[in-house]
């Protein structure tokens, strides 16, 4: 019998995505189903029969963590015949906003507020709905269902759901269940054999693209290797592939790394800082697209879920630039008229003050890192660090005033050579720090500074006498400029003659003149005359158990309907912001106000045996009060409209009194935005 038209076109069309599926399968895949939709706008669909149905049901998920992925949620309805509905997840962004308008009243029972809708049906075995999403993952691939974090569903719950899907959706033979957090990874282990089940790990493997800071920008398309960057410094004007992830970059209008990064290494902060375009792309540094770009100007935009780079003019890159060079900042200049050592409690005056206009009276005495420091004794038990002083801005200009060094610095910044060549710069720059460095410190400071050490450590006050002296300048953790990574600590004992403090205090001194702070103020047009070198005071951690940086919210949800904590840890002291290469932290989404606290591990330390984790459930959670207590405490000086959160700095050591092993928060200070930000 001779097939019809239409009947050859499927079958041709079969043909074709057998032959070319790796390329196509998204539309290829169920090649025996029809769309159910035509276009038109609707609440939810009972099926998805083709790559377009996804597209008009599908948004991007709350949880950007694994990049280049659509999501439709799923609601089934226990009480309707466990009747299952793809969500328009366009138009309604959370389960309650469809359930509440769609499947409330006419005959079904009533959905209640918000508050009871979460607390019910992400918790209760007797809940309504069952809850989820599929979604598909571009790089790897990958079709799979997916339950919240914190979801306690039960085995057969996800069973139920997972065949309906399977049923109803033209992907249905390719789906796999992804267990979003350990608890619900260890519910999985329970599904029946025949329901594939695939982690977070795997579906990492395929992926090559990885969004840091969404943003657009041009320059100069530029290839560096690490081993060059040491004597190489990058073009401000330029756009730069780098072979690996460097600690830190001076100023350059976009980064591309052939290596993934953490989301708050050093650069992907400074990418924030400066609004400009941040991505990892696998095998990047032998791209034949980027290579056949090199030495161009380009315009290179970071997406979501895709970048895009084209060649521009010069012309039409300098226009770029004169109409999106940052303003000027304004840094409040330093305040050198306040002296002495100052307890970490007197820091801010809370008593006079509100914390906002505290921090703003401290910030140009004590410098950003000892002002927010501050705060942190008012937050009782539930912060524990390490007791702290202040050496506040005015010891560092008697410094400069009483060697002379004043006068060189503001020669140095009418030089025209220094201004145009980065050689020079560089060079005079490392003479101003050997010069602040040699110069003798203030042997009364040095006398203060020895004293209170040594006798808080006979009070008792101090576990040792070996202490870390910190940066703290009035031009970092400030609106509009993080600061991170720009300076220099030092550690010092003084009883140690191998290790001086006059010798540690200078040398955080000079970091002030160091050629990536100098770049980071120039990009911003921040008087340099203008910025002084306060330190933080505390005992050093020599042998730290584990250590980590911590955001307290959830950078990879813009929307703000999925709060949580993003930590990234690493045992010992190893760098958490800048791995050896070959070397993994821990890092975890940790939504401590949800029931059961579920954490999320996106990556797990290589440092650690497989299964295991640098932090234990009791040390996560003691984690998890201090940064609720730091996050609660400066929202009404940061909260505001946006995204808001605090970057903090931990680790975990004994206590030298007891040999117990606690959390010390080290530093809390603003976070500059989203991760992925708009």
């Not at 041709?12 to 895949?29: D, E, F, N, Q, R």
């Not at 999501?71 to 793809?86: C, E, M, Q």
């Not at 004293?451 to 031009?475: D, H, M, V």
């Amino acid at each position: 019998m001779e097939l019809n038209i239409v009947t050859r076109l499927q079958t041709l069309v079969s043909i074709l995505c057998v032959a070319v599926s790796l390329l196509v399968l998204p539309a290829c895949k169920g090649e025996s189903w029809e769309c159910v939709l035509d276009g038109t706008e609707v609440p939810s669909s009972a099926q998805i029969g083709c790559w377009d149905d996804v597209l008009q049901l599908a948004s991007a998920p709350l949880d950007a963590s694994i990049p280049g992925a659509r999501s439709v949620k799923t609601v089934i309805d226990r009480v309707d015949d466990s009747k299952l509905h793809f969500q328009n997840s366009q138009q309604y962004a959370i389960h309650w906003e469809f359930a509440s308008q769609n499947l409330s009243g006419d005959g079904l029972p009533i959905v209640p507020a918000l508050g009871q809708f979460n607390a019910t049906e992400y918790y209760s075995p007797d809940r309504r709905f069952i809850l989820g999403a599929v979604t598909y993952y571009a790089e790897p691939d990958q079709w799979v269902y997916e339950i919240s974090p914190y979801d306690t569903a039960d085995a057969a719950m996800i069973e139920t759901a997972f065949r309906k899907i399977q049923e109803n959706a033209y992907f249905g033979e390719d789906l796999a269940f992804h267990p979003t957090s350990a608890s619900v990874e260890r519910v999985a282990a329970e599904l029946p054999e025949d329901i594939p089940v695939i982690t977070t790990k795997e579906l990492f493997k395929g992926i090559t693209y990885q969004p840091l800071n969404l943003a657009t920008s041009m320059g100069r398309l530029e290839f560096y290797t690490a081993f060059e960057l040491q004597t190489t410094p990058p073009g401000f004007r330029e756009i730069v592939v780098l072979d690996g992830v460097p600690n830190d970059i001076g100023v350059v209008m976009g980064i591309i790394t052939n290596a993934f990064q953490t989301p708050l290494s050093h650069i992907n902060v400074l990418s924030q800082n400066r609004g400009t375009p941040n991505m990892a792309l696998v095998g990047s540094f032998e791209n034949e697209e980027l290579r056949a770009l090199e030495g161009k100007w380009v315009e290179l935009t970071v997406g979501a879920n895709e970048y895009s780079i084209r060649e521009v003019t010069q012309a039409e890159a300098e226009t770029w630039w004169e109409e999106n060079k940052p303003e000027p900042l304004e840094v409040r200049p330093m305040n050198t008229e306040v002296s002495g050592l100052w307890d970490e409690g007197d820091i801010l005056d809370l008593e006079t003050y509100s914390l906002g206009d505290a921090l703003q009276e401290a910030l140009p005495v004590f410098g950003g890192k000892a002002s927010h420091y501050g705060a942190i004794p008012s937050m009782g038990d539930a912060v524990p660090h390490p007791i702290a002083f202040a050496v506040p801005v005015h010891y560092y200009d008697a410094h400069m005033e009483r060697h002379g060094l004043w006068p060189i610095a503001e020669a140095m910044l009418q030089d025209e050579g220094f201004r145009g060549d980065p050689a020079i710069r560089a060079q005079k720059l490392g003479e101003l720090r050997d010069m602040i460095e040699e110069a003798e410190v203030d042997p009364e400071l040095v006398r203060l500074v020895s004293e209170k050490i040594n006798t808080g450590y006979e009070e008792g006050l101090y576990p040792q006498t070996r202490f870390r002296f910190r940066s703290s300048t009035n031009a970092e953790d400030v609106s509009g400029f993080n600061g991170a990574g720009l300076y220099t600590s030092k550690s010092g004992d003084p009883n140690d003659a191998d290790d001086p403090v006059a010798e540690a205090i200078a040398t955080v001194w000079a970091s002030l003149w160091s050629d990536r702070a100098f770049a980071e103020r120039e990009y911003y047009s921040i008087d340099h005359l203008k910025i002084g070198m306060a330190l933080l005071c505390h005992r050093s951690f020599p042998d730290e158990l584990a250590n980590g940086v911590a955001i307290t919210n959830n950078i990879y949800d813009s929307s703000g309907l999925d709060p949580a904590f993003y930590i990234n840890v690493q045992k010992g002291e190893q760098s958490v912001v800048f791995p050896a290469p070959g070397v993994s932290t821990d890092q975890i989404i940790y939504y401590f106000d949800r029931p059961n606290q579920p954490a999320v591990y996106i990556q797990h330390s290589s440092l650690v045996p497989e299964g295991e984790t640098v932090l234990s459930d009791d040390q996560l959670y003691e984690l998890g009060v201090a940064l609720d207590a730091v996050h609660k405490t400066f929202m009404p000086v940061y909260g505001g409209d946006g995204f808001y959160g605090m970057d903090t700095e931990f680790k975990f050591d004994k206590d030298p009194l007891t040999d117990e092993v606690h959390v010390y928060l080290k530093q809390a200070r603003p976070y500059p935005g989203w991760a992925a930000s708009e």
